[in-house]
T-cell receptor, first 114, second 119 residues
Framework: DTGVSQNPRHKITKRGQNVTFRCDPISEHNRLYWYRQTLGQGPEFLTYFQNEAQLEKSRLLSDRFSAERPKGSFSTLEIQRTEQGDSAMYLC????????????FGPGTRLLVL | AQKITQTQPGMFVQEKEAVTLDCTYDTSDPSYGLFWYKQPSSGEMIFLIYQGSYDQQNATEGRYSLNFQKARKSANLVISASQLGDSAMYFCAMRESSDRGSTLGRLYFGRGTQLTVWP
């Protein structure tokens, strides 16, 4: 039973560098979500995909953030010109894609921007 | 306004006792879903239980049950027979549906409740 996987699990970078995270959803799931979680807070929605189409984006997703899901399978989240305020846990989730389906989360990528 | 409110930053319970974690929500959609997730210190969000707004009965999953009071807009999680491994952060979340009947994607989360189970 393969769940949602994310890589890397941890990333330390210097301010101004670009970083890219990868998410592999559960294989039969066609919806994929990205969330960001800062210390002491619940996750906040960033964006989601239905297959390869990006259907919804949060205002939190500034121009420095871009997400793709080119073949409707794995997804990447890129942050350009990182800032210290980008330090957070980035969580990916997937769901089947119809009805009131449950979102299943990956282990997350912890980003620290120095 | 907050869509999900969890008023208990921390809760303590003795092993084998029951504990209730509070959650209230705010929505004007007639159709919505309520979720509880557990987040251990490792960081992964683990799905526990789901309640649909039209479900007539409270959801149960093993030792977890959801006390759904629609008129009061509350969806409290009850954990029976607490175990040491239940110590974690617990999040309540909601997903709304559009007025066209299709579900929107995002989950709204509360700030969480840190549960500590002591022997």
């Amino acid at each position: 039973d393969t769940g949602v996987s994310q890589n890397p699990r941890h990333k330390i970078t210097k301010r101004g560098q670009n970083v890219t995270f990868r998410c592999d959803p559960i294989s039969e799931h066609n919806r994929l979500y990205w969330y960001r979680q800062t210390l002491g807070q619940g996750p906040e929605f960033l964006t989601y995909f239905q297959n390869e189409a990006q259907l919804e984006k949060s205002r939190l997703l500034s121009d420095r953030f871009s997400a793709e899901r080119p073949k409707g399978s794995f997804s990447t989240l890129e942050i350009q010109r990182t800032e210290q305020g980008d330090s957070a846990m980035y969580l990916c989730a997937s769901s089947l894609g119809s009805g009131q389906e449950t979102q299943y989360f990956g282990p997350g990528t912890r980003l620290l921007v120095l | 306004a907050q869509k999900i409110t969890q008023t208990q930053p921390g809760m303590f319970v003795q092993e084998k006792e029951a504990v209730t974690l509070d959650c209230t929500y705010d929505t004007s959609d007639p159709s919505y879903g309520l979720f509880w997730y557990k987040q251990p210190s490792s960081g992964e969000m683990i799905f526990l239980i789901y309640q649909g707004s039209y479900d007539q009965q409270n959801a149960t999953e093993g030792r977890y049950s959801l006390n759904f009071q629609k008129a009061r807009k509350s969806a409290n999680l009850v954990i029976s027979a607490s175990q040491l491994g239940d110590s974690a952060m617990y999040f309540c979340a909601m997903r709304e549906s559009s007025d066209r009947g299709s579900t929107l994607g995002r989950l709204y989360f509360g700030r969480g409740t840190q549960l500590t189970v002591w022997p």
